[in-house]
């Protein structure tokens, strides 16, 4: 029985897995670009095209988890629908109706059990009990051919205990490979970041460099893994709308690698770009090699013009403003009728988080003794075009409607803030827009403490898939939306 590993990475976190005769899909983005559709959409980067009709057809798809840069509906399109697709116990039910309505059978695996496709095993691991809550439901494969070298795919996630577990018992043998994601996401100075503290001098810059980057996936995520000998990045692989950088900083994954590889010989560091098939051979003594697949083919033209790009914007970065993701709104009552509805629900809400158990514990802040009002919330672009301010009041646990005030007068008044544009708060509420597309560019905050207290992470408690799953079904229709007008236009 050949018992090697053959992985082809297509791109961002997308990988197809061959061995024992099967293949394995695994977060499927085969178009150019994933996410809603309109300006929220991210192409993906390093650019390149994918035949799907050439790619060796998968037995299986396997979903990680509901992200929208690993589910992806109009992938899943093109594939055949006796493919199966299987998932874990946890993920957000309008994913799976999302997926049945395109006509498959959706599989959710415990996590104890394998999926055995001949003599390709896949084993489904739930995420560490460290990871940040809005990746808690991410499932980790781990695929082997027999008593072949096994690949850990360490997806958006610390690395599962239970795996870990297994592996200090013995019950699983050491990966050959691990693939881990750098979802570090930075963007160079001079442009706005919601995971940026606006308030001066608070916001340290030394863990967002490539050295941090390295450090975080090379040595944290894989201390667990003391003996492995070949690792490879994916992540990053995107390009957020509308911004003028090009690619983030540190999302080149060969340079990142080749400079991995040249401080320290503990494993050997892959940095695959889109159509290059790493091959883990049976036995321990060979190495990991790579070739290219014919099916894949990278935009050089595309690439070449974003890297101009993002030269030009590092050697003269100037500040960039942000703009707002989606159209305002026709119907301007009905949109202030939804935002009047969602306002005391998000009070509440926002009780529970991190934001708001810091708010309640202070009592002062820069100007002296702190009343009610700790929070809020700046609405740029309203309608008549104005900004509309509303301070969150923690005895009602409610926003009321307060006096505009200059940004730098708000940061100095409540010690958490968060400016938006309205459309994108209403397109948010009405699920044309996901958390993510708002904070990934359209969104600034402050805040003090922790970073995990800013009201960035708060709202993605708040509105994420896992929290809201009904506006993740209303953003599922849209995308379906799509592809019936383009299935109509053909």
Not at 85 to 101: D, M, Q, R, S
Not at 121 to 140: H, I, K, M, N, S
Not at 231 to 255: E, I, K, M, T
Not at 308 to 337: M, R
Request: proline share 8%.
């Amino acid at each position: 029985m050949e018992t090697r590993l053959e992985l082809t990475f297509l791109g961002h976190q997308t990988w197809l897995v061959q061995g024992g005769g099967h293949r394995v899909l695994i977060d499927p983005v085969l178009k150019p670009a994933f996410g809603l559709p309109g300006s929220a959409e991210c192409r993906v980067w390093p650019p390149r095209d994918i035949d799907a009709d050439g790619m060796p057809q998968p037995d299986a798809v396997v979903l990680t988890h509901e992200h929208l840069d690993h589910f992806h509906l109009p992938s899943l399109d093109l594939l055949d629908r006796g493919v199966r697709v299987y998932t874990g116990p946890l993920l957000p039910a309008p994913v799976e109706e999302a997926i049945v309505a395109l006509g498959f059978t959706v599989h959710r695996v415990d996590h104890t059990a394998a999926i055995e496709l001949g003599d390709l095993r896949v084993t489904l691991y739930p995420a560490g009990a460290r990871t940040l809550f809005w990746e808690d439901r991410v499932v980790q494969p781990c695929i082997q051919v027999g008593d072949g070298p096994a690949a850990f795919i360490a997806v958006d996630a610390d690395p599962s205990d239970l795996y870990v577990q297994q592996l200090a018992d013995g019950s699983q043998p050491m990966p050959r490979i691990a693939v881990v994601s750098n979802n570090s996401q930075i963007v160079p100075p001079g442009m706005p970041a919601s995971s940026a503290n606006l308030l001066p001098g608070v916001d340290g810059t030394r863990h967002r460099t490539g050295l941090s980057v390295l450090n975080q996936l090379l040595l944290d995520v894989l201390a667990p893994f003391d003996t492995i000998t070949d690792v490879a990045l994916c992540g990053n692989g995107f390009l957020p709308p509308g911004s003028p950088h090009g690619p983030f900083l540190y999302a080149d994954h060969p340079a990142m690698a080749a400079a991995a590889n040249g401080l320290q010989n503990l494993f050997h560091v892959h940095g695959p770009r889109p159509g290059e098939r790493l091959t883990v051979p049976a036995s321990a003594t060979e190495k990991v090699t790579s070739d290219r697949v014919g099916w894949v083919r990278i935009d050089e033209q595309f690439e070449y013009d974003s890297l101009v790009a993002h030269a030009a914007f590092l050697a003269g970065p100037g500040q960039v403003a942000l703009s707002p993701l989606a159209e305002p709104p026709f119907d301007l009552d009905e949109a202030l009728a939804v935002l009047k509805v969602e306002l005391p629900r998000l009070g509440r809400e926002l009780l529970t988080t991190g934001t708001g158990v810091l708010a309640c514990s202070i009592h002062e802040y820069l100007s002296g003794p702190l009343g009610a009002h700790r929070a809020v919330l700046r609405l740029k672009e309203a309608p008549d075009g104005q900004l509309l301010q509303f301070a969150w009041d923690v005895t009602t646990a409610d926003f009321v409607q307060v006096q505009t005030t200059s940004r730098e007068e708000a940061m100095a008044a409540y010690p958490f803030g968060a400016e938006m544009f309205f459309s994108d708060y209403l397109a948010l509420l009405q699920g044309r827009l996901q958390v993510w597309d708002v904070a990934g560019g359209a969104m600034e905050c402050w805040h003090i403490g922790r970073p995990l207290d800013s009201l960035v992470y708060a709202f993605f408690g708040i509105y994420g898939e896992h929290q809201r799953p009904d506006l993740a079904a209303l953003s599922y229709a849209h995308l379906a939306e799509g592809l019936a007008a383009s299935a109509g236009s053909r």
